[in-house]
């Protein structure tokens, strides 16, 4: 980390700055009886004065008549080269920070990078504290349209739809999760979110009574109490008056604003990860990005086979023979290995030991799904077990709440499975918020509305598909579960639990594995759909989870997204539409030179009519071509170029 510049600023001042590296962009503090901070970008205000403060169990409001004793300035600019490489392979962080000491035993880090802004509390106080309530306001100069996914309670799986509705719609009595995107009018968008959360509950967005065009931070109390409806659903029963018991010497979450002058902006920011606390293993030479055959949501429909399908050791080999045959990296076992309730009991029609045997043989790692609370009741010994049938990770399921407990059992969960060299990937979970920086081997985790939607409502349609690039995707990599290959237009498409499909066309899936970041990318579908489809199993196969350079070259909040990807020599491009067809322009002016091979996917000519037409088109390309791409409604395009002269 460079320290390019230090200074102090005398103790009586009430209003400090601190801009961008590009200047571009400027906090502004006041310090006065409360503490307030406004955020100005290119010249103008697209932040107003904004209150901020903690308030303990003991009644002491950290922010409120606090008395500034220190103020010191840094410029910030280093490189991470992340373990998992979701976007690229170094990560510039480069930022000016405003520290502010204040006599109560805290201080306020605010910085300012040339992509957005954050700030978090920091407190020097001795033993326990109780944090009672956080003040954390968001005020805009004027009503602003806002992509707001509401929820209805903080027993959540975090999977909403994006509302497009105007901040003066927003009451107190509404709510959602993050991030959140709101358009500022003539000016840039504006993402909320949070990074390094722990031991704290995460945070949430409410109108404000007080202040017109304003969002505050809500957040889910501490539970005292939670009853357990079945094996996996443990709900909140009575909540505690405060928000968490914690250290009262201790670093709080980073507070989130994303800036973007361009849609793309909001794809290729990794201020979230740039935020989050740093490395905390020694080793990581195990961890394995990679693609998954998943068995839940093909329902383990597989067919042309001398054995009966199901949940059993022989569907199992099938699943891990595709896998092989394709060099997909793992096979998740999901529900219904285990007795419900107990991780030691195995399924009496899987033999373990048999199944993880052949998958070694195979060069193929198993995966098991886990209900999170059983995990929390056997980690110990069902881990140890886990380690010993040389099980290669876990998939978490069910948590559905960002309460300080639940969230610390993600930090425990991160931390045991990475001394048993375990990956690890949270379903029913809240957004990302940086864990994956620390703890690498945590690849992935939903909290999105996924594919699995397809499979009893019209909920994962090509409207959702090309908004959580630019909202869900900035906190972190997104486990939608691609890959469908039944593909059906808006008219055509029925949800069927057991034999699902999905809306849009065959390269609008394909594309995803592009457009959306998740170091561990499922194949959702039935490996018999697959191996009835090699020319798809051709780009499938070879598309890489991880990238060493991102490029959106078009797009626009949920309408559109054209996005090239580079790892190592190769480029990957992918793009997709909502239901509305479009042309676009492919400009591969970003190629070096000489002579690549473009293999495209295209939307065919009657994927308005059968979404699964599509055509495939090889062509020899130099840096400069302009290609034209047609997308039919809910169409794709994805692509693969290869250096011809390397």
Known sequence: MAMLSLASVASHAKQISVSSPDRRTEIVVEVREAITYSVRHNGREILSPSRICLTLGDGTVLGHRSVLQRVQQREIKQVIRPVVKEKS?????????????FAQGFSLIFRAYNDGVAYRFVTRLPGQIIVKAEEATFRFPADCLTYFPEEESFFTHSERLYLHIPLSQITPGRFCSLPALVEIPEGPKVAITESDLEDYP???LTGSGDSPNTLVGLFPRYVLQDSARNDRDIV????????ARTRGERVFPWRVLVIADRDGDLVESQMVYKLARPLELDDTSWIRPGKVAWDWWNALNVYGVDFRAGINTATYKYYIDFASRYGIEYVILDEGWYKLGDLLQVNP???MEELTTYARQKNVGLILWVVWKTLDQQMQEALDQFQRWGIKGIKVDFMQRDDQDVVNFYWRVAREAAKRHLIVDFHGAH????????YPNVLTREGVRGMEWSKWSRGASPDNAVTIPFIRMLAGPMDYTPGAMLNATREQFRPIMTLPMSQGTRCHQLAMYVVYESPLQMLSDSPTHYLK???????LAKVPTVWDE???LDARVAEYILVARRNGQEWWLGAMTNWTPRDLVV?????????YELQAYQDGINADRCAMDYKRVVKTIVSGHRENIHLAPGGGWAARVIPLDQ
């Open 550 to 552: 991102t490029r959106v």
């Open 587 to 595: 400009d591969f002016s970003f190629l070096g030179p000489g002579r």
């Open 202 to 204: 995460g945070m949430y």
């Open 349 to 351: 029609d899987i033999d």
């Open 236 to 243: 909140p029963v009575r909540r505690a008056d405060f928000l």
């Open 431 to 438: 957004k990302p918020t940086g864990l994956r920086r620390a």
């Open 533 to 539: 489809e090699p020319e798809c199993m051709e780009f």
């Open 89 to 101: 392979e170094e990560i510039l962080d480069h930022c000016r920070e405003l520290a502010l000491d």
